[in-house]
């Protein structure tokens, strides 16, 4: 029987939806390029300042736009005074539209805020209105010198003084909250106890490029070149905020310098430049300052973690409890999911995961690296890392006593799990035998330690399309609007085709992020490699369906190498089995293998740390990561993947935080001198290892997600290492010198 299946319709499309396993992939090919260490094929543009950002392209008669801020953190503006801007040499205009909402409108995802405009400020930086001039100069000059009048009104801008203001959140991807059996009475009876509250501060993504947009107006089309992460939706989201069909804009992004969440919805950049464009008949360029990223784009919330933990003498869970408090601006309903790993890691009867959510005249809260498990995870892992000491047992053991047999909410098996696996490979690898009981390894004045923790972050698969063409000179050419945010996205894509059309990896061309192309998942929720990866692998399946056809042999009796087709004892080159350029469209959305097989990526991450007995400084000295992704579709992208994410970790153990004044919400360290996120000096050689897998119910091409597994633990890994060297636990992240001693 085909594996191919009825999927091959006469549109040119091959279309699946993921309701069954796919054991057979034609990604075990001839070719041998899949999951090689294959070098990113952008990257000599990238190096060579010749792959375009959105800032970057070239446009005439192009203007400039500045964002002016809002300067008090909530109230009515009652008046805002543009006439010395106006006055001012190559100011062109300053554009208060009031009915267009500048600022940008549920960046995190749904959001409730009446398009009313922004008379209402709700947070300190808002945008308000845009100073567009002949130059940037001018027109950051005329932003300056705009004028508000404003009447304060009541606020909430401390968090810890409204605690009690928290409401259960609308679902998301889990329910606000959710529990099972009794936890209450399984705690009260349970012979050993943890109780304890962990808090995460206020964070912002921090891509090294800043929102951007140019927006052009033509023939009632708008088109934007901007720093997006998934093209499809922002069109729509923006299309929404402008009054038109989603039809009347295109969004291009065909490079983009990080995204980290930041950029999954549009900035108000993007709304700020396509009015102005509109009422000038010009360009307007827009790129936010790092400061206005930091006061007006997304932050991640800031949360407070309750996590109780009831275990029999052996350290077996019976009652499991994970409460947060987590904030945002009153009209937005994103919430960070932070029980989200905690629902599925361990076993026990008795479980409640609780979320509550208080409004907050801040910057609005939206997604950011791993929203849910970097900073859930820090909580439940380095509580697992207390029971543990309080039980007298090895982390490591206390996981394996609490490992599930299947999901321990909805009772259906996992699609793939190796976390135990991970951790001890891990510990093998890393020497976690060597660790010693806590505060007693002291060298001079430094205190050395090991910490160990698990990694969990849940795998989706999202509606993706991607159309594949073979030329009738040997080239495939892909076109999708997916997006490459720096994570490889060219490379594997590129790979996938090469792997499945049998060609070399020169003779493939990646077109994204244009949102012309067909729609895919955009990068986000590390659903990007597999979600995108599979349409462009079905479109090329679709491609082998023709060729063998035309062949006049099965599919399966076909290998494809090097540009021939290869079967009972013949070789063609394919350019002769086509007469003219051959397209396809392949398309993966996700079916019921989610709803029967509960699906993750896992991992475990090592850490070991020095700690100055007298300054309280930490320095991470090592730190080793073990994860299994599913099929690993290139072995230096998926690695670095992971790097980055274990940098982020170490960053939110001891650096990272959004610091708001209390006074007004401002936010008060609005640059990367004062944010501080890992430098080099304060990242060690990181090692990256894989567990071979294959996930048959993820998808066709059997990967699962790995762009946020890096993070999810590694924070927890560090602090525990600091408990270890110290004996002293900080439960208030980022642990910085002053919490130690
Ligand atoms: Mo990610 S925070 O879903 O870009």
Redo the contacts with the bound molecule.
Sequence with gaps: MSIIGKLFGSDDTNALVMDEPRPTSFLDGAQDVIGKPINRVEGPLKVAGRAPYAAEYPAERLVYGVLVRATFGRGKLTKVDDTAARALPGVIDVITDYDTFIRSPGQGGATDAPPQGVQDVQYFGEPIAVVVGETFEAARDGAAAVRLEYEEADANFVFAAHKDQGKEPKKDQIPGHSKQGNFEKAFNDAPVQLDVTYTTPSQNSTAMEPHASIAEWRDGTLILHGAY?MVASDQQQLAKALGVSADKVRIIARYVGG???SK?GIAPESVAAAVAAKKLGRPVKIVLARQQVYEATVRRSNTEQRIRLGTDANGKIDALSHNSLIANTPYEQYWEPVGVGTHFIYGGENREVNHDLIPMNLTAAG?????GEAVGMMGLECAMDELAEKLGLDPIELRRRNEPAQEPEKQIPFSSRQMIPALEQGAQLFGWSQRKKAGTDRRGEWLYGMGVAAAVRSNQLQKSAAKVTLTTDGRAIVDTDMTDIGTGTYTILAQITAETLGLPLDKVVVHLGDGKAPASSG???SWGAGSSGSSVYLACEGIRERLAKSMGVSVEEMTLKDGRAIAQNRAVPVTELIEENLSVTGQIEPGKQEKKFHQASYGAHFCAVKVNAVTGEVRVERMLGVFSAGRILNEKTARSQCLGGMTFGIGAALTEELIHDERSGKVVNRDMAEYHVPVNADVPQLEVHFLSERDIHANPIHAKGIG?LGISGAGAAVANAIYNATGVRVRDFPITCDKII
Excluded: I, T
């Design positions: 992460q995204g980290f969440g999954l997604s950011m690296r791993a929203p990068s986000g929720g946020e």
